[in-house]
């Protein structure tokens, strides 16, 4: 046997180049369709590309744009935003100025055990420990460029108050000018079709589909994946958590998983895809979060299916709720509640009661009989399941669920008592992905062996790993802001 031919990383790639397209010849794929090369010549060059305007992709901008960095942001719809834009409002930050003004005590380190807790620790830690490190700092830059903060509240998963309202398209507004305003463009109604890399595994830019014509876009620095999740495209839901895929959705309408399948092309990881949830609280056929959506069990309602009887622990996740809902009858609950409780729930910016009574979504009634009669569930089936309930809220116990909370380790359960009674039936919509591509620490998409595509990030919906079996209140708007800056940064810096 003759000597070994050595042979240099170049070679190599272009046998196996070769060796992919000699498969493809008997296999029917076209690696091109696939994976694509850099082209003798660009039709557009930028530093940065970020692929998506909502509000991972327009916080990256408008980081790097005024560190120097030329910037091109892609938005396949006709208008900005993405879920971002129509989300509840809230960011979870914890050692805020806002915070300490109503005396609450909360540090970045409980924040990371809320998180890991609510994400049953299956969430990656050290993408956990970086948005947590990250997000006082990402706070203090919003208000410095010009979001308004509202007010704090406590939502889902949360131990203390810390969710922080806003309005989202304010927010999407003054990201957008902090982008341009310092020299970055935005493309609308431009759609990223396959990521493009050189012979050694560089990504070096996209190739894109503008009004029906086909260009290729280069960035000298990198690219970052800002193209939300996949809660639109019913096949990926199939494929990854069956039980969604005939869920309905309240998300952006670019949410069909483009990003997800450019990153898969070139090896990349997945995360927390099974853990994919539908989100409680919702009116059937509900148009958007500020009108049809309330939690009002996390002030002290309780849940009955249309049997009348109880079937969750209030205080758990709402994503935890709705998959419980989705078992019931009519995948439907009725959150039972009275006036006390309604005036506690009326100071929640996410409870929009005021919205749901005009509309006519939920029912009133002086009695509970009479409710159960508007709501059509058997009257005797609900007065002994609050009969039994109040029975133990003043025991101080829950045998049959194990309440003990209003919501995750915050509060105490409350009697309902106090006419008039309210009950609205809820069901559980699908607001987002939350599971998808991996990346490490630093916002860098890592491949099944865990290492780093070179020049490739991503941030926002588009990114699993964050949230692990169920969700934080606050925690996917603040993951798109917190990891989009963070990979403008990383990607400036260069």
Known sequence: MGEAKKI?????????????????????????????????????????????????GLAAAATAAPAGAKVLVLEKMPVMGGSSLICGGALAFAGTDMQAKENVKDSSELFYSDLMKVGENVNVPSLVKSYVSNQLETYTWLKQI?????????????SVPRSHYVSPPQVIKVLSDAATAKGAKIMMETGATRLIADEKGNIRGAMVERKGK???????RGVILASGGFSLNKDLLAKFVPPMAKAQALVGPGCTGDGLKMAWAYG?????????????GFAPNAESIKNDFALVFYKGALIVNKEGNRFVDESKSYKLVGDAALLQTDAMGFQ?????????????????????????????????????????????????????????VEKGEDPQFGRKTLVAS?????????PP??????TAVILGTYGGILTNENAQVVTIFGEPVPRLYAAGEIVGGVHGAAYMTGTAFGKALVFGRMAGKRLSKK
């Open 8 to 56: 240099n990383r170049r070679d190599f790639v272009k046998a196996t180049a070769l060796g992919v397209g000699a498969a493809a010849l008997f296999s029917g794929i076209d690696p091109s369709k696939v994976m694509a090369g850099v082209p003798k010549k660009w039709d557009m060059e930028t530093d940065i590309l970020v692929i998506g305007a909502g509000g991972a």
């Open 146 to 158: 010009g979001v308004k903060f509202s007010k704090i509240g406590i939502a889902s998963g949360m």
């Open 214 to 220: 086909k260009m290729n876009i280069g960035a000298r």
């Open 268 to 280: 990349a990881d997945i995360k927390d895809m099974p853990y994919i949830k539908a989100t409680f």
């Open 336 to 392: 039972i509640y009275d006036e006390a409780i309604k005036v506690e729930a009326l100071k929640d910016p996410l409870n929009a009661i005021n919205s749901l009574e005009k509309k006519g979504s939920l029912q009133s009634a002086q009695t509970l009989g009479e409710l159960a009669q508007k709501l059509k569930i058997p009257a005797k089936a609900l007065e002994d399941t609050v009969r039994q309930y109040n029975a133990n």
């Open 421 to 426: 009674y309210y009950g609205f039936p809820s």
């Open 410 to 418: 915050f509060g105490k359960p409350v009697k309902i008592e106090k």
